[in-house]
């Protein structure tokens, strides 16, 4: 079974759109969060929920806002996709704050 | 099915002390290895390996990779208890195409105790 799962896998879509990436786990972790990972594999914390609420908003623009609807997801909406935009985003989730799980990855390419 | 198993699940170490952490992977289609270093938020990214025997090192801490036996190590050398952190692996092999997978260990807990 799969722990921490991202949908879709690969995401392409034209400027300007709003798309959603969904994220679900299993393992009754309490934090969830969306990484995004850059051409150089760099990995950056977007935001992290704790039961359904806001901990971490780093400096996102506020065209992403994530959303939480209860604790074993979170999802990723992202509004006016912008060519910048364009990365792999992964959602992972995690107890007690370490041993996070990852899900596999949304590439989302921006054209 | 692919996977990545890192090894030790934790360690306690005192300072000085050096460490090894594992990192063996089955996957299809290997592109690369990456370490990353995990403390209270975001993974640091700390080593990309593409190529075997070639060690990467930067300060303290080096890489290598065997892609014949399907593994990495990360040693840390005079550790100290800026080290603790949870060091991840994750292993980047593409179905083919545009496609994209990476796959991440459960992670080493490090703790390095004055």
């Known amino acids: 079974d799969t722990a921490v799962s991202q949908t879709p896998k690969y995401l392409v879509t034209q400027m300007g759109n709003d798309k959603s990436i969904k994220c679900e786990q299993n393992l009754g972790h309490d934090t969830m969060y969306w990484y995004k990972q850059d051409s150089k594999k760099f990995l950056k914390i977007m935001f992290s929920?704790?039961?359904?609420?806001?901990?971490i908003n780093e400096t996102v623009p506020n065209r992403f806002s994530p959303k939480s609807p209860d604790k074993a997801h979170l999802n990723l909406h992202i509004n006016s996709l912008e060519l910048g935009d364009s990365a792999v985003y992964f959602c992972a989730s995690s107890q007690f704050n370490w041993g996070a799980f990852f899900g596999q990855g949304t590439r989302l390419t921006v054209v | 099915e692919d996977k990545v198993v890192q090894s030790p699940l934790s360690l306690v170490v005192h300072e000085g002390d050096t460490v090894t952490l594992n990192c063996s992977y089955e996957v299809t289609n290997f592109r690369s290895l990456l370490w990353y270093k995990q403390e209270k938020k975001a993974p640091t990214f700390l080593f990309m390996l593409t190529s075997s025997g070639i060690e990467k090192k930067s300060g303290r801490l080096s890489s290598i990779l065997d892609k014949k036996e399907l593994f990495s190590i990360l040693n840390i050398t005079a550790t100290q208890t800026g080290d603790s952190a949870i060091y991840l692996c994750?292993?980047?092999?593409?179905?083919?195409?545009?496609?994209?997978?990476?796959?991440f260990g459960k992670g080493t807990l490090l703790t390095v105790n004055p």
């Open positions: 929920y704790n039961n359904k609420e806001l901990i």
């Open positions: 994750a292993v980047e092999h593409p179905p083919g195409g545009s496609n994209y997978k990476l796959t």
